[in-house]
């Protein structure tokens, strides 16, 4: 019996591809117009940013140091101001009755941002937002915070999200059971304890 879930934001509330085009107008600017970057490293960064935290992403295609501090200082002051909705099956997951706490990822304002054009504030107990630029903690680290706080064991919890690298490794580390949202040809071999392509599945979980 659960007691609570902890959700990821991006691509497990909402698609991160219906705004990135928007969103990353003038980031996607300040990649072309280096000259030190060829087309098909930008388009496959293009493709990672809508998944992965930038500076991650800036590590893996070995941004220069200069664009990398370019391209943070820019997101950093980057809010979404359009309006934005979540996965149909969203509903599914507000329709549960449990505490509900929201883990994410990514430049403090831009997320914050976000949350808000979802309005999706007032579905959660507690929003925490693991900014690499403000803080060294990782999601591991909040999921273990939010378990002292709340006096929860592992067993308590399940953690909801699309990434096998981020909450759902730090969760399968710390014994909680893990929900990856992601059909079954993608991440096939992710390790998680349960999988589905749409949030209903998670009510029959708990
Ligand atoms: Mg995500």
């Known amino acids: 019996m659960k007691r609570a879930l902890i959700l990821?934001?991006?691509?497990?509330?909402?698609?991160?591809?219906?705004?990135?085009?928007?969103?990353?107008?003038?980031?996607?600017?300040?990649?072309e117009q280096d000259p030190n970057i060829?087309?098909?490293?930008?388009?496959?960064a293009?493709?990672?940013?809508?998944?992965?935290?930038?500076?991650?992403?800036?590590?893996?295609?070995?941004?220069?140091?200069?664009?990398?501090?370019?391209?943070?200082?820019?997101?950093?002051?980057?809010?979404?101001?359009?309006?934005?909705?979540?996965?149909a099956d969203y509903?599914?997951?507000?329709?549960?009755?449990?505490?509900?706490?929201l883990v994410t990822t990514g430049f403090?304002?831009?997320?914050?941002?976000?949350?808000?054009?979802?309005?999706?504030?007032?579905d959660f107990k507690e929003i925490r937002i693991v900014d690499p630029e403000v803080s060294?903690?990782?999601?591991?680290?909040?999921?273990k915070e939010l378990m002292d706080k709340y006096r929860y064991t592992p067993a308590d919890l399940l953690v909801i999200g699309d990434d096998p690298q981020s909450e759902i490794k730090a969760a399968i580390t710390l014994g909680i059971d893990t929900f990856l949202y992601a059909s079954d040809n993608h991440h096939p071999d992710?390790?998680?304890t349960y999988r589905g392509d749409n949030l209903e599945k998670v009510l029959a979980i708990l």
């Open 91 to 101: 509903h599914h997951i507000q329709s549960s009755g449990l505490d509900k706490f």
């Open 136 to 143: 060294s903690k990782t999601k591991l680290d909040i999921f």
């Open 46 to 87: 293009k493709s990672e940013m809508t998944r992965r935290p930038f500076q991650h992403v800036a590590d893996d295609f070995n941004f220069s140091p200069a664009l990398k501090i370019k391209g943070i200082e820019l997101l950093k002051s980057i809010t979404y101001n359009s309006p934005m909705k979540p996965y």
């Open 38 to 44: 060829d087309t098909s490293i930008i388009e496959a």
């Open 8 to 31: 990821d934001l991006d691509n497990t509330i909402y698609p991160v591809s219906s705004i990135a085009e928007n969103l990353f107008v003038q980031f996607y600017a300040l990649l």
């Open 190 to 192: 992710a390790v998680t």
């Open 108 to 122: 403090t304002n831009l997320q914050y941002s976000k949350i808000k054009q979802l309005d999706i504030v007032d």
